[in-house]
């Protein structure tokens, strides 16, 4: 162990220094990408790669050779970004074809540093899916029948690929650049102060006196974190330092209590406003506005850590599980102060966006100013410009490494968006799944399913859902369900993986926090989630959930509906009651769930 640590202690750069002023240099051109007016997409664009790559390259090297390395792709990488950022006029007016041997060069080079961008941020699986892609796009006139395609010029494939507005500098790259990088600004920034102890108090006076205390703070708190958040790792590895420890010490048995963090934390990529960069991935695929999604998407989150909580109530009795101890609970007054951290931001955000109108970034960017100015107070009122230094240090480091991880999977998976556009394979990929599903839709959301899951077991959740909405989300539509939807329901089951074994990565970390063999949080992490199997389907049954915004009533419906539903579901799979019992309380969950069809 203590080799590990000096081995990564000797491939860090010494100048410690930098990463804070290189993430404030990134925060600064994100910012002030919303306040400048209109940026060009060829100059935005590759800057954003651009101030991505050291953090990839340079400050995620583990090992000698890969700083070696790293260092190398790192300056090949900065030089094609900003030979793009800096001819982006010129190049707009080749219309996407390369006319020069430099070109030619910048362009494979963009491509290899994007590859190992995504390989050095999350591993081998996105970058394979991309990588088969532009094979695809390059051979696929060698492929026989109707998967084939008549072929393109190479230096118009690679040009379309980097040198346009398509590509790796696509919309989506654009989503990266101008809303979600805000947004994890705001997060880094609202973590860096007193906000978590904030999520956290509030979460401890509401719950903490009920039975099963601990488990029920996990679930407020990490609903909270998570909204800002967005991951599941993340919300694990931070609210379960406190809640874990906090449920152990009640007597939830340890797999329970692992089970109990790793559930609710995988609620934060549903819960609005962030969904772990989803719901504003969502603006640019549908075209929906982002409080038409923020509208649609809380209903079934708040049916998710409903059922989660009745879930941890009913393990509670079966357990014996009691309160949290009155010593370890704070007074209102600290839940007052600790909460105005996060509630002056948060308000600042909803008021601007709903009443005031304006953009989700622009209410964003207000609401990192006001987090901001809160650094330099803490939980006693006290003002200090060294702590706000500290803080704000610590706030540029995570921002900038977060914005980079992000932007590396979106852009790369702006190459497998790219290349299904060019190639048309999503079209045809579409009709083989309403051929296989005889054109009837739960054949079909079977299929949909079941891919979602495959593809969310080896690549990041939103990753994951760009893939395979764009595949199989035209075939869901063309069978009645609206684009919205669609989409919510692809999200929700690539998400799955999360808690689901093979790979379910909160419940690794979560097992790891208190010392539990992974498969048996596994086991209780499945049944306490049993919403994240279900609800997705029961949106489908009963669309009108999703439209509280302009159909309240009929939302209102299907929201206790479903909630009975789900809360027959937790009975049978873990009260411990006769069997037939328990067997019959499922069997009228499915039937209430699903008694629209």
Same mark, same amino acid.
């Given at each position: 162990?203590?080799? &590990?640590?000096? /081995?990564?202690?000797?491939?860090?750069?010494?100048?410690?220094?930098?990463?804070?002023? =290189?993430?404030?240099?990134?925060?600064?051109?994100?910012?002030?990408?919303?306040?400048?007016?209109?940026?060009?997409?060829?100059?935005?664009?590759?800057?954003?790669?651009?101030?991505?790559?050291?953090? !990839?390259?340079?400050? !995620? +090297?583990?090992?000698? &050779?890969?700083?070696?390395?790293?260092?190398?792709?790192?300056?090949?990488?900065?030089?094609?970004?900003?030979?793009?950022?800096?001819?982006?006029?010129?190049?707009? /007016?080749?219309?996407?074809?390369?006319?020069?041997?430099?070109?030619?060069?910048?362009?494979?080079?963009?491509?290899?540093?994007?590859?190992?961008?995504?390989?050095? +941020?999350?591993?081998?699986?996105?970058?394979?899916?991309?990588?088969?892609? =532009?094979?695809?796009?390059?051979?696929?006139?060698?492929?026989?029948g109707e998967y084939g395609h008549p072929g393109f010029p190479f230096a118009s494939f690679l040009g379309t690929m980097t040198i346009t507005e398509g590509g790796i500098w696509g919309s989506l790259t654009g989503v990266s650049v101008g809303i979600v990088s805000i947004f994890v600004i705001l997060g880094a920034v609202l973590n860096a102060g007193e906000a978590g102890q904030g999520f956290m108090n509030v979460a401890t006076l509401a719950a903490g006196r009920l039975r099963g205390g601990a488990g029920k703070v996990s679930v407020l708190s990490s609903a909270m974190f998570g909204s800002i958040s967005g991951s599941a790792s993340a919300n694990v590895a931070s609210t379960g330092a406190v809640t874990i420890p906090a449920m152990t010490r009640l007597g939830y048995p340890r797999a329970l209590a692992g089970a109990v963090e790793a559930v609710a934390s995988s609620g934060g990529q549903i819960m609005p406003p962030l969904m772990g960069a989803g719901a504003f991935v969502m603006v640019e695929l549908t075209g929906t506005p982002y409080a038409t999604i923020m509208g649609a998407a809380l209903p079934p989150a708040i049916l998710y850590f409903l059922t989660t909580w009745i879930g941890i109530d009913l393990f509670a009795r079966r357990y014996g599980l009691g309160a949290v101890d009155?010593?370890?609970?704070?007074?209102?007054? /600290?839940?007052?102060?600790?909460?105005?951290?996060?509630?002056?931001?948060?308000?600042?955000?909803?008021?601007?966006?709903?009443?005031?109108?304006?953009?989700?970034?622009?209410?964003?960017?207000?609401?990192?100013?006001?987090?901001?100015? !809160? =650094?330099?107070?803490?939980?006693?009122?006290?003002?200090?410009?060294?702590?706000?230094?500290?803080?704000?240090?610590?706030?540029?480091?995570?921002?900038?490494?977060?914005?980079?991880?992000?932007?590396?999977?979106?852009?790369?998976?702006?190459?497998?968006?790219?290349?299904?556009?060019?190639?048309?394979l999503g079209v045809k990929v579409t009709s083989t799944i309403l051929s296989v599903a005889d054109d009837s839709l739960w054949p079909a959301l079977f299929l949909t399913a079941i891919a979602c899951i495959l593809l969310g077991m080896e690549v990041p959740t939103t990753a994951a859902y760009v893939i395979c909405v764009t595949i199989a989300g035209p075939a869901l539509e063309r069978l009645g369900i609206e684009p919205l939807l669609a989409h919510l329901f692809v999200f929700w089951f690539a998400l799955l993986s999360t808690i689901t074994p093979p790979v379910c990565g909160a419940v690794f970390i979560a097992a790891g926090m208190v010392g539990e063999n992974w498969l048996k949080v596994a086991g209780s992490a499945m049944r306490l989630g049993i919403g994240l199997y279900v609800i997705p389907l029961a949106m489908i049954a009963n669309p009108a959930i999703i439209h509280m915004a302009d159909r309240p009533a009929e939302a209102g419906l299907a929201f206790v509906k479903i909630a009975i539903a789900l809360w027959a579901l937790s009975l049978a799979f873990i009260w411990k009651g006769p069997v037939w019992m328990r067997l019959a309380a499922g069997l009228g969950g499915l039937i209430v769930c699903f008694a629209s069809l």
């Open positions: 162990m203590s080799t &590990m640590v000096a /081995d990564d202690a000797a491939v860090r750069p010494p100048m410690w220094f930098v990463w804070p002023v =290189l993430g404030l240099l990134s925060i600064v051109f994100h910012l002030g990408l919303i306040f400048s007016g209109l940026v060009p997409a060829l100059v935005a664009r590759p800057i954003h790669m651009a101030l991505a790559l050291p953090w !990839l390259f340079v400050f !995620l +090297a583990k090992t000698r &050779m890969q700083l070696l390395t790293g260092w190398v792709l790192l300056i090949l990488g900065e030089i094609g970004c900003l030979y793009i950022a800096l001819n982006a006029g010129p190049l707009s /007016d080749q219309y996407g074809f390369i006319d020069n041997g430099f070109q030619m060069a910048v362009a494979i080079t963009l491509l290899a540093i994007t590859l190992e961008m995504a390989r050095r +941020a999350i591993g081998w699986p996105l970058p394979l899916v991309a990588l088969i892609c =532009l094979a695809y796009g390059l051979l696929g006139q060698y492929v026989p009155a010593a370890d609970r704070p007074s209102v007054r /600290d839940v007052v102060i600790t909460s105005m951290f996060f509630a002056v931001p948060f308000g600042i955000l909803l008021e601007r966006m709903f009443v005031g109108g304006f953009t989700p970034q622009y209410a964003a960017c207000l609401a990192i100013l006001a987090a901001a100015l !809160l =650094l330099f107070v803490n939980v006693r009122g006290e003002v200090s410009l060294h702590r706000f230094v500290e803080r704000a240090g610590g706030a540029a480091v995570s921002a900038g490494q977060q914005i980079a991880v992000i932007g590396a999977i979106i852009i790369c998976a702006s190459i497998v968006i790219g290349v299904l556009g060019m190639t048309g």
